[in-house]
């Protein structure tokens, strides 16, 4: 089965800082992954995907098959960024793409 | 209203109880999703629904009981649940299940509280 993993529960850092939040998982096939985003009392919603390959809010994942990682960056940090962040590849069966989600990480950004 | 929604944001009730949560979704989409998501575990997917057919159970109690009478609409019934059912349960949905690189857009979800 498929397994997802976020080591960090809690990531602290500055504004301006740079972020890199952990992901591993495990396939065995071509994986797509997804990063999904939870701010303060709303929805949770997707960040970004692997095979759009697009930066968004400016944040960036690189998808690492050696590693089987694929870890969200971003250079520099905004307070605006402080949210639960997912990880999350599709579900290897054949129903398709039901997610299964990693712990998530809670991002906090200080001033 | 756009995106899904769901109904009600909040629910208290014993284990004796029955009761239903409901979601429904404004975005013309085919595949419809239930999850869990309780404070020391994962999100953890529960049922999926492709064009009203379930296609997924992931080894949920029979005190969850889903129902997809249409593609916009997707139910969760609920009896003699147990207090460590209390979470908040969150709806999803897709244009369908067959491509991977579908986005899956989420409801604000339903705090569950069991007593």
């Known amino acids: 089965a498929q397994r997802v993993t976020q080591p960090e529960k809690l990531l602290s850092v500055f504004k301006g800082a740079p972020v890199e939040l952990k992901c591993n998982y495990s396939?065995?096939?071509?994986?797509?992954l997804f990063w999904y985003v939870q701010y303060s009392r709303q929805r949770l919603q997707l960040l970004l995907r692997?095979?759009s390959r697009e930066s968004i809010k400016g944040f960036t994942a690189d998808l690492n098959k050696g590693e089987t990682s694929f870890h969200l960056k971003k250079p520099f940090a905004q307070e605006e960024d402080s949210a639960m962040y997912y990880c999350?590849?599709?579900?290897?069966?054949?129903?398709?793409?039901?997610?299964?989600f990693g712990k998530g990480t809670t991002l906090s950004v200080s001033s | 209203e756009t995106g899904v929604t769901q109904t009600p944001r909040h629910l208290v009730m014993g284990m004796t109880n029955k009761k239903s949560l409901k979601c429904e979704q404004h975005?013309?989409?085919?595949?419809m999703y239930w999850y869990k998501q309780s404070a020391k575990k994962p999100l953890e997917l529960m049922f999926v629904y492709n064009f009203k057919e379930q296609t997924e159970n992931n080894s949920v109690p029979s005190r969850f009981s889903p129902e997809c009478p249409n593609s916009s609409h997707l139910f969760l019934h609920l009896h003699t649940l147990q207090p460590e059912d209390s979470a908040l349960y969150l709806c999803a949905s897709s244009q369908e299940t067959g491509f991977v690189w579908n986005e899956q857009f989420f409801g604000p979800g339903t705090r569950l509280t069991v007593l």
């Open positions: 396939y065995s096939g071509s994986p797509e």
């Open positions: 999350a590849p599709p579900q290897a069966n054949q129903a398709g793409t039901a997610l299964i």
């Open positions: 692997h095979i």
């Open positions: 975005l013309g989409h085919n595949a």
